[in-house]
């Protein structure tokens, strides 16, 4: 094994822990706004996912850090190539990781659901599209012999990525299912969910094999076509431990399933990295490809020892937050933070109508006294200080923000 | 040759980093004083400090994930819109970045997750470690992205082979002077960033009489911040400015508008420039000035942008080699100006903080509001300069930035990025201000007991 090979084979590591990770962070955000599901168990999952995601997502940026410095050319190859899909990813990317942060910031309804819609459209779009990506990798992109990209950004929609990408969204989506039903109480839901994703899963990837075989040089590779044959039982096990009530090894298995899937894919891959659809000889190799022996040296030493530490943090970070989350309680901290606010508002109002009173006693003052008031240049008659006024005024959007309130409460107590 | 994409790009890059470094540049500075915050509660059980390091924490988080996902772009970016320049300098640039991400931004993700949602779930002590570890990895990723930019500056510990830049000595990229001058001077600034986004924000609380105990304790804390920083930033950016002399001289002739070389060169104040005809059409400039600062010596000869341009034709061949004169030089002196202006304003609330009369004096509390977006301006003055005075090179004296923008790519797709780009990045900093405004509205923590506490 030569120093190329083990930056392949650390690029595909990253990538796949990110895969995996980010799997099930991906497939409950999918699972989020869909379906009349009740504020309580919206703030559930946003609670099981959002101590968790960065920490998941850092691995991609591992991953493409470490693809720019022990590929660069596979790294301006592909991004330069791809360039509407990275668009997206990266579009998506960014409202999903603002929404974990902001969902929670206000109660109100419209705020909410947008943010929950962000995260589902940043959960779908980059499943989709890193699957089409591995798919079309596979089945090579049209590159010319300058390792270019070549061909309208519409090239690379065809049955094989739209299969790889439906293939990694089902499959994130019950590694999500798996996940919630183990982090949150109560779990019977999901499991019922999961049990229809893991079918339709088990669907997508014997259909994405069957074309692996068909469309790619799989079938003269039996390493990389036994891996993804052995991702279908993998699958099928999943199901089978969700339905047993053992979500602990479903999760191993809906792991494995992604492991093995990708693992094939780069494996089917070796010792390419792109293939190219053009020219037989103008697919991009590992060594090609490659930053000269010292940066790779450099990279792969460093990763030998960070990668190792970072996996111990990340499991004292999911030890941490091993305790389950409930939907009723994380309800009700939901609904605790709108009492609260409407505490607020109603101290903020009795003390906005001390001022109300105080304008009015002045304007009586100021009508009654009407003569004396004149000698003082500074108060006439009928006036009153500028402050005054807009603490009126003030007080006035208070009563309203307040009735929204009301409004707001009434509306979840009905629920 | 068709400048369009190229320009794009550039635009793209130049309006991603630098939204991208506001976030930055508070989040980088607000981390350790909300770790000195937790260090004071963890030692003393003093729930105040708790509540304040919590409430920092929220207008902290807002930053710091506006910074997260603004930086993503940037992992993707030099792959889509600088191919050229990737597959050029990728051995050092990237592994930089792969530095940065593996030994800094790993641990800052996992710590902050830990940090935010593990306060009643790990002891105190490990809570505060984690906090502590958010703080330095976030100040040590600042120094792996800028020794990357500070090797894009003044390239050192490459080889040129195969036609592209390799990396042979990392020891030399990491002690690159160029790195040491530009870290200290961008965290410094960061500091002070920071000092007055913590004084602004006591002071709305302070002007209206609410948390007073609290926020007179976090105005402090703004203020010392503010107050160290601020001189040393101004220090450190004139040694930086002498460095850039010494190594750019074309940025630093750039930013004075010094056409002619001139012994002793005069340092100009106000100038009106003409940069088709080479020269100034006016200018109000104190003799000698430039010498001094540059040289220390009244009469020491400084070279100009013409004679630079000269030797510059002789060493790479034809071609341009002067960059956008007039924007350095407004963008040199907006900085610096509003520097020395918060060095001044600092020392005055400095002065009224020591006789305990700053809170009777609402003018001085309304003018750290005020002065805010000033210290934004100057930071973002700074990468202005930095970058623009960089050009034409993408990496200085070896790849212009010409040959690093994409081939490929139509320049109506670099656009409908752009302007994507910019679309969410308003959207997403309208749903900062209005988050940052619910969490200020809300303020600390209620209900938590701070009573008799002053």
Known sequence: MDLNMVCFIMFGFLFTVYLILEGFDYGAGMLLPLGERPESERRAIVDALAPVWEGNQVWLIVAVAVLFATFPQVYATLFSGLYPIVLLIVVALILRGAAFEFRNRDTGQRWRNFWDWAIFCGSVIPAGLWGGVLAGLLKGLPLDGAMQYRGAFGGLINLYTLAGGAVFTLIFLLHGLVYLTLRMEPQVQWTEKGLVAGKYALFAVTGFALLTFVYTDMPARPVAGGMLAASLPAVALCGRCLANGRPAWSLIFSTAAIALITAAIFTGLFPRFIISSLHPDGSLGIYDAAANPFTLRLMAAAMAVVLPLALLFEGWKYHIFRQKVNAPAAGFESRRQLWRQLHDRLAELIAASYHIRTVLQQAKQVLHAGRKMQKDKKLRPGTVKPNQIRQFRLSIRRGHHLAQLIARVLEILRK | ?454
């Open chain 2, 1 to 454: 040759m068709d400048h369009t994409v190229l320009n794009l790009a550039r635009l793209q890059f130049g309006v991603t980093l630098t939204y991208h470094f506001w976030f930055v540049a508070l989040t980088l500075g607000l981390s350790v004083l909300i770790a000195l915050m937790e260090t004071h509660y963890v030692q003393t059980g003093d729930t105040g400090s708790k509540v304040m390091a919590k409430f920092w924490g929220k207008l902290f988080l807002v930053n710091y994930t506006v910074g997260i996902v603004t930086g993503l772009v940037n992992a993707f970016q030099f792959g889509t819109n600088w191919p050229g320049y990737s597959r050029f300098a990728g051995s050092v640039i990237g592994s930089l970045f792969a530095f940065e991400a593996l030994t800094a931004f790993f641990v800052e993700s996992v710590a902050i997750g830990i940090w935010v949602y593990g306060w009643d779930k790990i002891s105190g002590r490990a809570h505060l470690a984690v906090i502590w570890l958010v703080a330095v990895a976030g100040n040590y990723s600042a120094f792996w992205i800028l020794s990357a930019n500070s090797f894009m500056q003044h390239p050192m510990g490459y080889a040129l082979n195969h036609g592209r830049v390799e990396m042979n000595d990392l020891a030399a990229l990491l002690t690159n002077p160029y790195l040491f001058y530009q870290y200290v001077h961008t965290i410094l600034s960061g500091l002070v960033v920071t000092g007055y986004f913590v004084m602004a924000v006591s002071a709305y609380y302070l002007l209206r009489r609410e948390h007073v105990p609290l926020f007179r304790r976090s105005f402090k804390l703004g203020l010392a911040c503010a107050l160290a920083a601020v001189i040393f930033t101004a220090v450190s950016g004139h040694f930086y400015n002498r460095y850039i002399a010494s190594v750019q001289p074309m940025k630093m002739a750039a930013s004075e508008a010094l056409w002619e070389t001139a012994a002793p060169a005069p340092f100009a104040v106000v100038a009106v420039i003409d940069e088709d005809n080479r020269r100034n059409t006016y200018q109000m400039a104190l003799p000698a000035g430039l010498s001094l600062l540059v040289h220390s010596s009244p009469r020491a000869a400084v070279k100009g942008l013409n004679e630079l341009q000269a030797e510059y034709e002789g060493q790479y061949g034809p071609g341009d080699y002067i960059p956008a004169v007039t924007i350095l030089f407004w963008s040199f002196r907006i900085m610096v100006g509003i520097g020395l202006w918060l060095v001044l304003l600092t020392a005055v609330l400095g002065w009224y903080w020591w006789k305990r009369q700053l809170e009777c004096r609402p003018a001085l509390l309304k003018a750290t509001l005020w002065n805010l977006p000033l210290s934004y301006v100057a930071v973002t003055m700074g990468w202005i300069m930095t970058e623009m005075g960089r050009q034409p090179w993408v990496l200085y004296g070896l790849l212009p930035t010409a040959e690093g923008v994409t081939r490929g790519v139509p320049a109506a797709v670099v656009g409908t990025s752009l302007l994507i780009y910019a679309a969410v990045y308003g959207g997403v900093a309208w749903a900062a201000v209005y988050a940052g405004r619910r969490i200020l509205l809300d303020g600390p923590e209620p209900g938590q007991a701070i009573d008799g506490w002053q």
